[in-house]
């Protein structure tokens, strides 16, 4: 099975500051037959479901604001929030699907204002 | 709009069982795969099952395995969650989720519904 771990549990960031979360897997989710990584992010807000933000790592899901990226590839990933914006207060997960169709999720990083 | 809308959760003593539904419309059901994915309270998120597009090929998270299973009616858009022998530790809201891409596995998710909360505890 594929453990994915976030660093940091938890942040806080200033208004219009950066913000990068980062996901580290315990096998490479990169897939030789296509050089693509199989990795995913989502945004979940209390109450809500998860969103998804990012997929094939660094590909972002139709309107999401372009502040919201991903890098990385093979075991280590990043998703970066280039100028925090209060909306983006939230819990944030990396999901591999490299091993489809069983999945595994990272533990979750939540976001708060500094 | 794409809209999964879950229902069936409840509470029910351990060793109980219960059938979740997720009903779905708003997209093409019958060629997206689909998946379960369940998060305990204050938790984060664990896979469960998911199953093809024909529901001719199912799969399940070990921590479920033998217990659970799970099934899809094309002709009603309906996604469903069999749940036997529960546990404390089932104990959760269960998200139906859509898969990315038509006709073949995606992996990632693009749609959620809302969840429906099931307590197992006597």
């Known amino acids: 099975d594929i453990v994915m771990t976030q660093s940091p549990d938890s942040l806080a960031v200033s208004l219009g500051e950066r913000a990068s979360i980062n996901c580290k897997s315990s096998?490479?989710?990169?897939?030789?037959?296509?050089?693509?990584?199989?990795l995913a992010w989502y945004q979940q807000k209390p109450g809500q479901p998860p969103k998804l933000l990012i997929y094939?790592?660094?590909t972002r899901e139709s309107g999401v604001p372009d502040r919201f990226s991903g890098s990385g590839s093979g075991t280590d990933f990043t998703l970066t929030i280039s100028s925090l914006q209060a909306e983006d207060v939230a819990v944030y997960f990396c999901?591999?699907?490299?091993?489809?169709?069983?999945?595994?999720f990272g533990q979750g990083t939540k976001l708060e204002i500094k | 709009e794409v809209q999964l809308v879950e229902s069936g959760g409840a509470l029910v003593q351990p060793g109980g069982s219960l059938r979740l539904s997720c009903a779905a419309s708003?997209?093409?059901?019958?060629?997206?795969?689909m998946s379960w994915v369940r998060q305990a309270p204050g938790k984060g998120l664990e896979w469960v099952s998911a199953?093809?597009?024909?529901?001719?090929?199912?799969y399940f998270a070990d921590s479920v395995k033998g217990r659970f299973t799970i099934s899809r009616d094309n002709s009603k858009n309906t996604l469903y969650l069999q749940m036997n022998s529960l546990r404390a530790e089932d104990t959760a809201v269960y998200y139906c989720?859509?898969?990315?891409?038509?006709?073949?596995?995606?992996?990632?998710?693009?749609?959620w519904g809302q969840g429906t909360l099931v307590t197992v505890s006597s």
């Open positions: 094939w790592a660094s």
């Open positions: 708003g997209f093409t059901f019958s060629s997206y795969a």
């Open positions: 989720a859509k898969d990315g891409r038509n006709h073949i596995w995606a992996g990632y998710f693009d749609y």
């Open positions: 096998q490479t989710v990169l897939s030789s037959s296509n050089n693509k990584n199989y």
């Open positions: 199953i093809s597009v024909s529901g001719g090929s199912t």
């Open positions: 999901q591999q699907y490299n091993t489809t169709p069983m999945y595994s």
